[in-house]
């Protein structure tokens, strides 16, 4: 294959990104700064800016701080105090409380809690009069060659552009034409979560409440407005049934949830009846993209299409703009060599995205749904002793690093704050 150059007759690329949600927008933010032409495609009729509430860490919000977007950021986050342990009454059995010293990592709370609804409004307010945004349109498929990728769209049109990015989440249509036939890039581990909205009460503070009821099945409740609480639902199972049914239509979605959760205790009924009239309910595996290829030729993957972390990570959003801004940055400094660019992309990214993986390992996170009454007052127990020590604290306030290890952003010479 003659060598992909990339580079048009003026030095800059056509870009087309398949998905406007967070990865997206914000490469479109690092590439149109360097005068390329970037058109998002999402699949979406409008702007997604749904989502529960997702945290920003580390090299996270550095990479916020440098798009100049962290004051827009700070004026939306949700104010979390910390995370309660609580039994079928509602009795903290244990608090582990946010890490507000300014030093060290974060707890289970980050400091920069935020909805993914208002981070995607931040990010494409950023972009918008710089890229085009196209809605309601979806990238089916591509072909390539050594000049050029042609994407093919849902609407039965085309399109021809030096570079396709597919930013097109977990599910990745474009990751699947990417990698060869029968590639499995999840990393499942049986668990499941599916999340909604219900009205606050005023019993619902802003300590989120973790509840675990047996049968590996753990309820979360936070308030992130005065009139808006979210609940989330975990399952530890490993049958195809719960694997599939993130797949199905909504109602038997929340059928399944309601039917495996109907004897769980707490707040439990108040949740399920609160499913059906929720403005939003998102079901999804809780699984880790893991594949050694980011990209073939003009074609290359972004965000959790790329290195989902899965939901569980705290990590998906900062991923998501850590490896967006890397893409952008190797591309800028090597527009004219495509190449080398994605290649270093994946050389300069990868040890952030293994050690934000490794971290984020489900296998150990399914610690955290026990099986049994028994194996549920254990882990409430030694969780109780190590808050009573101040662990969790002093462990937050002494660390030098929060997740994705001592890597740090690189400097590309054009990702000055704006
Ligand atoms: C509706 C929604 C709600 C979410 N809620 C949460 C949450 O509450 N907590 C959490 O931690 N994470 C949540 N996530 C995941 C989180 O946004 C990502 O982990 C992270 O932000 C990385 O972002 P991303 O841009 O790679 O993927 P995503 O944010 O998933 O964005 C991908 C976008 O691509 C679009 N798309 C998909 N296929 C195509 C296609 N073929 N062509 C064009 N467009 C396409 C999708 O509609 C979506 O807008 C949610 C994602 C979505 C889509």
């Known amino acids: 294959m003659a060598a992909v150059t990339g580079k048009n007759t003026k030095g800059t690329l056509r870009v087309l990104v398949a998905g406007g949600g967070v990865a997206g927008p914000a490469l479109a933010f690092w590439l149109t700064r360097a005068g390329h032409r970037v058109t998002v495609v999402e699949r979406f009729p409008a702007l997604r800016a749904s989502g529960a509430q997702v945290d920003l860490r580390g090299q996270g919000i550095e990479a916020v701080a440098r798009m100049g977007l962290l004051d827009a950021v700070r004026g939306r986050l949700v104010d979390e105090a910390g995370v309660a342990f609580v039994d079928s009454r509602g009795r903290p059995k244990a608090t582990i409380m946010a890490n507000t010293s300014g030093k060290g990592r974060q707890t289970l ?28 349109k979806s990238v089916d498929g591509f072909d390539q060659d050594e000049r050029r990728v042609t994407a093919h769209f849902s609407d039965g049109t085309s399109g021809e552009y030096d570079l396709l990015v597919g930013a097109d989440g977990q599910g990745s249509r474009i990751r699947r034409a990417l990698l060869p036939p029968g590639f499995d890039p999840y990393w499942r581990v049986g668990m499941h979560m599916a999340y909604w909205f219900v009205p606050r009460i005023a019993t619902d503070t802003t300590v989120r409440d973790t509840y675990m009821a047996p049968g590996g099945r753990q309820i979360m409740r936070r308030s992130h407005n005065a009139t808006e609480t979210q609940v989330y639902f975990v399952l530890r199972e490993d049958s195809a049934e719960a694997s599939a049914i993130h797949r199905a239509p909504v109602e038997r979605q929340r059928r399944f949830w309601a039917d495996r959760f109907h004897d769980a205790g707490w707040q439990t009924r108040r949740f399920v009846e609160g499913m059906e009239a929720s403005p939003f309910f998102y079901s999804q595996e809780v699984a880790q993209v893991r594949t050694g290829t980011w990209s073939r030729g003009r074609v290359v993957l972004a965000g959790d299409a790329a290195h989902c972390a899965s939901p569980y990570s705290g990590m998906g959003v900062s991923g ?99």
């Open 109 to 136: 709370t980050s400091e920069y809690e935020i909805m993914r609804g208002d981070l995607v409004r931040i990010l494409h307010d950023a972009t918008k009069d710089d890229a085009e945004y196209v809605f309601g």
């Open 320 to 418: 998501g703009l850590v490896g967006a801004y890397v893409l952008a940055g190797e591309i800028n400094r090597r527009a004219h060599d495509l190449p080398t660019a994605l290649a270093r992309y994946d050389r300069v990214l990868r040890p952030f995205v293994d050690a934000v993986q490794a971290e984020a390992n489900p296998r150990i996170l399914r610690v955290g749904l026990p099986m049994s009454r028994h194996a549920i007052s254990a882990f409430q127990n030694a969780t109780a002793l190590a808050c009573f020590l101040r662990i969790p604290d002093l462990v937050a306030r002494l660390s030098k690093e929060d997740r994705g290890g001592a890597w740090t952003l690189p400097a590309y010479a054009d990702a000055r704050a704006a």
